[in-house]
């Protein structure tokens, strides 16, 4: 089993930047491509971001393209999101994922999922 704790969330003005971490523990080599995922109340958890096991490849859903980047440093187990230019519609829980495969395609399925931190941003 891969354990996942996230952390970093918390209330931001719009406009303004937020780094989410992403600590795992246990069987980490499990843990190759990580991911990003968010709920926004009322909707189903949507894809945010991807990396693979290397950090070469990653993937970012269109609605954060330019304003959000995917870093981790497998030495410490963690990934990272690192937020930037927040709007409102970014509010969400943000959920870390993991998987054994490598695949930093959305439509992956993960094996491991986190309990998530909230992020709110206000207009």
């Known amino acids: 089993q891969v354990q996942l704790v996230e952390s970093g969330g918390g209330l931001v003005q719009a406009g303004g930047s937020l780094r989410l971490s992403c600590a795992a523990s246990?069987?980490?080599?499990?843990?190759?491509?990580m991911a990003w995922f968010r709920q926004a109340p009322g909707k189903e958890r949507e894809f945010v971001a991807a990396?693979?096991?290397?950090?070469?490849?990653?993937n970012y859903a269109n609605s954060v393209k330019g304003r959000f980047t995917v870093s981790r440093d497998n030495a410490k187990n963690s990934v990272y999101l690192q937020m930037n230019s927040l709007k409102p519609e970014d509010t969400a829980v943000y959920y870390c994922?993991?998987?054994?495969?490598?695949?930093?395609?959305?439509?992956?399925?993960?094996?491991?999922w986190g309990q998530g931190t909230q992020v709110a941003v206000s207009s």
């Open positions: 246990g069987r980490t080599f499990n843990a190759n491509a």
């Open positions: 990396i693979s096991y290397s950090g070469r490849n990653t």
């Open positions: 994922a993991a998987k054994y495969s490598d695949s930093v395609s959305m439509f992956a399925k993960y094996d491991y």
